[in-house]
């Protein structure tokens, strides 16, 4: 995969651009902002974005690439890991969270696992109500529109999906996206859950209180 490391520290940088090229990762470097939309010219396949940098927000920078439509996994890093801060990053476009100090297996491992869900493709067509998702495409439309959805976003549907009428249980969930059942975990899907029906619907996943999630009204 073709990974972009954003960070302003220099040391840290190289220090993951080396473990990432050893997993056979193509890396490229930015230390600030304004170098990231330069090397954002070229197409990634994931983003390793700090929140603090000396020229802007990771945030904000994160919010302006999913206004302008692109939707490459974005891996957050930052100092801390409170919840509201999660929140803010998740309602900002992020598809998942690092805290820092942070083991660099636990990153290569987090980065292989957006990175499979972004090449994670099926030929399933889903309509719900005025909803088409085209998971094969990535694409989803509400009243002939299209919406942006975020790889987190998708792999939560592509997992509903896969289930069909059935109803998926949270901690599934939780262990098919995330990859662990945890209280983090537990919080940033009920974010994003709340962010799909904003975007797509209240319609498009229903929740059974005690048993889990599914895809449309049933």
């Known amino acids: 995969m ?6 302003d520290h220099q040391e840290l940088r190289a220090l993951v651009t080396q ?19 330069q090397s954002l ?3 990634v396949d994931v983003i390793v974005l700090d929140i603090g940098l000396p020229d802007g ?6 919010r302006e690439l999913r206004g302008d439509g692109i939707q490459t996994p974005i891996l957050i890093l930052t100092a801390h890991n409170r919840v509201a801060e999660r929140v803010e990053g998740l309602d900002a476009g992020a598809d998942d969270f690092l805290g820092k100090p942070f083991a660099i297996a636990e990153l290569r491992a ?3 696992a957006i990175g499979r869900r972004r090449d994670k493709t099926s030929a399933v067509r889903v309509q719900l109500g005025d909803v088409v998702l085209d ?8 009243a002939g529109s ?28 939780l262990e098919s996206v995330w990859g662990e059942v945890s209280a983090g975990a537990a919080s940033s899907l009920e974010v994003l859950v709340g962010r799909i029906r904003r975007k797509l619907g209240e319609h498009v996943v229903r929740t059974l209180r005690g048993e889990g999630y599914g895809l449309g009204n049933g």
């Open 57 to 62: 927000s990771g945030l904000a920078l994160c």
């Open 41 to 43: 010219v070229d197409a």
């Open 135 to 142: 998971f094969g495409k990535r694409e989803a439309h509400r």
């Open 110 to 112: 987090r980065v292989r």
């Open 146 to 173: 299209p919406v942006p959805v975020t790889a987190r976003e998708w792999a939560i549907l592509e997992t509903l999906a896969a289930h069909g009428d059935r109803v998926v249980s949270r901690d599934a969930l």
């Open 19 to 37: 473990a990432l090229e050893r997993d056979g990762h193509v890396v490229r470097q930015a230390g600030n902002v304004e170098q990231a939309r």
């Open 2 to 7: 073709r990974v972009l490391v954003v960070d």
